[in-house]
């Protein structure tokens, strides 16, 4: 499979009109049909249902456009490292993180680093471990802030100096509302909204105890923002971490007898950074000892 036509591929799937993608990519259309249907026939499937004014993925379609987009990420990625000058630096820094506290100290990282190297991009993908991990592996993403519990055995890893403080997010005509914290059996009959990631639902069953098997499981999330709006919506009250943001209706009430988390900063164990990446790594470190 050529980059070129991969690239094709994607824009169709995007307009789902052949005539418009190959109006977009400045070539025809029966040159754009034919390349379809090349790629097609290398492949061994059918890409595309087509009708008379649109065409639609098949899922042999849907899984080429997940693994085109993970390929032509990785290529401008590494095109882009490779083309930077040594004398200055430059270069996009890719880093993969969910939803905490520990966000704004790597924020406030990020802008006075590029205070120094005004060339440097940032491209953040919000995620849960799991998800941050998967990409690392494949070569989409150079760093990981990932949350404990988290299995770091292949990777070097920095551990940052926030602690994210557990809670429970209510609407606020919620019974818990107007708790100044919430305990096992305060949470004991009420719907909630979990972390969908295995190992902090162990976490959390520990500090449930005997009340866990008594939780009524109402939905699980992994991006607080979707978990907010179940909320105000009723679902439920979401377990989650403080962040220090005023949702609208919504409050915060955290858990009692305290549960905090650590995070750590992971990267690919012998695995050679960009020249930014390890920069900005050390950078961190330097930030951190200070």
């Known amino acids: 499979m050529e980059l070129r036509v991969l690239r094709y591929f994607l824009m169709v799937a995007n307009e ?6 190959a109006q977009l990519l400045h070539i025809t259309q029966p040159t754009l049909s034919r390349q ?5 026939e ?3 499937v059918k890409l595309f249902h087509r009708g008379k004014y649109s065409v639609s993925l098949t899922e042999d379609g849907m899984l080429l456009k997940r693994r085109a987009q993970e390929i ?24 993969g993180c969910g939803e905490t506290r520990t966000m704004t100290f790597l924020s406030d990282c990020m802008l006075s680093f590029r205070e120094d190297n005004p060339l440097v991009q940032f491209d953040v993908h919000s995620a849960i471990a799991d998800d ?3 990409r690392m592996e494949k070569g989409i993403l150079d760093i990981g802030l990932l949350m404990e519990p988290v299995d770091i055995s292949k990777y070097e890893f920095i551990r940052m100096p926030t602690r994210e403080k557990w809670g429970v997010l209510v609407r606020s005509d ?24 295995e190992l902090v639902k162990n976490e959390l069953a520990s500090w449930f105890g005997d009340f866990y098997e008594r939780l009524q499981i109402a939905a699980t999330y992994n991006l607080i923002l979707n978990a907010a709006a179940m909320v105000r919506s009723g679902v439920g009250s979401a377990l989650g971490f403080e962040l220090g943001t005023v949702y609208e209706d919504l409050r915060f009430v955290p858990l009692s007898p ?11 164990k012998n695995h050679m950074l960009s020249k930014a990446s390890a920069r900005f790594i050390q950078y961190i470190k330097n930030a951190i000892q200070a």
Do not use: F, Y
Request: glycine letters at 2%; a negative charge; one cysteine or more.
């Open 16 to 21: 789902e009109n052949i005539t418009k993608a």
């Open 36 to 40: 379809l249907m090349q790629l097609e």
């Open 42 to 44: 290398e492949l061994s």
């Open 72 to 95: 032509i990420s990785l290529s401008d990625k590494t095109i882009h490292e490779l083309s930077c000058k040594d004398s200055v630096m430059s270069g996009e820094i890719a880093i």
């Open 132 to 134: 941050i991990k998967e």
């Open 174 to 197: 919620s019974h818990i509302a107007n708790k100044k914290s919430v305990a096992p059996q305060d949470l004991a009959n009420v719907p909630l909204i979990m972390a969908k990631r």
């Open 258 to 268: 305290d549960l905090e988390t650590g995070s750590v900063l992971v990267w690919k």
